[in-house]
């Protein structure tokens, strides 16, 4: 069975391409594929989670008020001291009170983690921040639209990991950096200016393209070809180059999706500071400007390292979801960071439980932290790679990629599709005959 081919703009070291023996065994990183037993691999997987997930309770939702109490702190913190001149308390304040309402709180509760915990229904994945405007700005306000997001994030992401449909492959989107014949060091340049503006730039305008395009599939309507294309913000001033923008219009993009965002959190929330001076509100805005700078770096740094680096994969074929390769896909191509405790936990926005997460979406963020070690315990005993390395360690692996000094590993397709004959096989067999 030919397989498909994949654009992927390759520009690294030789020894990424998956390489076999004369005996046709799968050799150097990929050699664990010779013994895998990938139906027992899944089976531990799928006993730990609901494992963990029959544990859910009370426990679950102290744990998420405990950290909604702290972002609550950052936030009075900040918020009662940007009448200050700019300082590294009060923008850190306010930076960590935005980065936790999305990377803990909201990103977690979007999942489903505490939907059934949760006997308010205020923290139900079908409820929290989305419907109107009052539901968003009091659940989760932030530069994304929260509907687009789930979308995005929750679906085409998640269950598309390290595909070309994945909309958030790093290596795929920054081709045109990654193939320019730029100066190393002006590449690394543009990656970290973009770094500081990412959320706004890139996160808001194609998390809410992927919902048109999911809006125009559901009407029936032809998709065009460039709409798997990633949008950003520049693409609105070069449309004959970047097509994708006709898929968004900005009178939309800004009224619905960025536009109340950038009003109300940078203007109206410090508009009191006015009744003390115009110096205050002008100090207001700049600490919150600044504020929003540092958490779009905190962000990148402990979001996009996840899935990014030269020794994780890329996939040229599907996965069925919840099968055994799905499962070994989400370990594959991601990466935790230190983790242990909800200290370390919060700095890194949970997102140090990645595998985990990848895994079992719908847990909460205690769950990630009780199951990670038996994750890495059962990869160990199936020999699977299971990475967990320092986030400062990922970052410099992923401005690598984004750069074109580094390359992806590519998967072996020829595996993949054994792998799912078998899968089809195997429940074919086990359907009762009619």
Not at 361 to 374: A, I, R, V, W
Request: net charge neutral; glycine share 6%.
């Amino acid at each position: 069975m030919p397989v498909p081919p994949v654009d992927v703009p390759r520009k690294g070291p030789i020894e990424q391409e998956v390489r076999k023996d004369e005996n046709g065994k799968y050799t150097g990183e990929e050699a664990f594929l010779n013994t895998l037993d990938l139906e027992a691999f899944r089976k531990d997987i799928r006993a730990l989670g609901k494992k963990l997930e029959s544990e859910q309770g009370e426990a679950d939702m102290q744990h998420l008020k405990k950290i909604i109490d702290f972002s609550n702190l950052c936030g009075v913190v900040g918020l009662a001291t940007m009448f200050t001149d700019p300082n590294p308390i009060t923008v850190l304040a306010l930076s960590l009170w935005t980065y936790s309402r999305w990377t803990m709180i909201a990103h977690h509760t979007c999942h489903g983690g505490y939907t059934k915990e949760d006997e308010t229904g205020r923290f139900n994945r079908g409820k929290f921040a989305i419907g109107n405007l009052q539901r968003r700005m009091f659940d989760w306000f932030d530069w994304m639209l929260p509907e687009a997001w789930n979308l995005e994030h929750n679906n085409l992401h998640h269950y598309n990991l390290g595909e070309d449909a994945d909309p958030d492959l790093v290596e795929r989107n920054l081709a045109h950096v990654r193939q320019n014949n730029w100066p190393q060091p002006l590449k690394t340049a543009y990656v970290l200016a973009l770094i500081s503006v990412w959320k706004w730039v890139y996160y808001a305008p194609n998390t809410y393209k992927a919902l048109k395009v999911e809006e125009m599939r559901k009407k029936g309507m032809e998709i065009p070809e460039y709409a798997d294309k990633p949008l950003v913000l520049m693409h609105y001033f070069n449309k004959d180059e970047q097509p994708q923008s006709n898929l968004v219009p900005p009178g939309e993009l800004i009224t619905k999706v960025m536009g109340p965002y950038l009003l109300a959190h940078f203007f109206l929330l410090p508009a009191p500071l006015a009744l003390i001076s115009g110096t205050a509100f002008w100090h207001g805005v700049a600490n919150l400007i600044l504020a929003d700078i540092l958490t779009n770096i905190h962000g990148f740094i402990t979001i996009v390292p996840n899935h990014t680096g030269k020794d994780l994969y890329r996939f040229t074929t599907p996965a069925a979801p919840n099968s055994g390769e799905f499962y070994l896909r989400q370990v594959l191509s991601s990466a935790n960071f230190n983790l242990g405790n909800d200290v370390v936990d919060f700095w890194h926005g949970w997102l140090n439980y990645q595998i985990e997460h990848h895994i079992w979406p719908n847990l909460s963020m205690l769950s990630y932290q009780k199951g990670q070690k038996g994750v890495e315990a059962i990869c160990k005993k199936h020999g699977v790679p299971y990475i967990k390395e320092n986030v400062f360690e990922r970052t410099r692996k992923t401005l690598d990629i984004m750069t074109g000094a580094e390359s992806m590993r590519v998967f072996p397709a020829e595996w993949s599709i054994e792998q799912e004959a078998k899968r089809k096989a195997a429940a074919a067999a086990s359907k009762p005959a009619e």
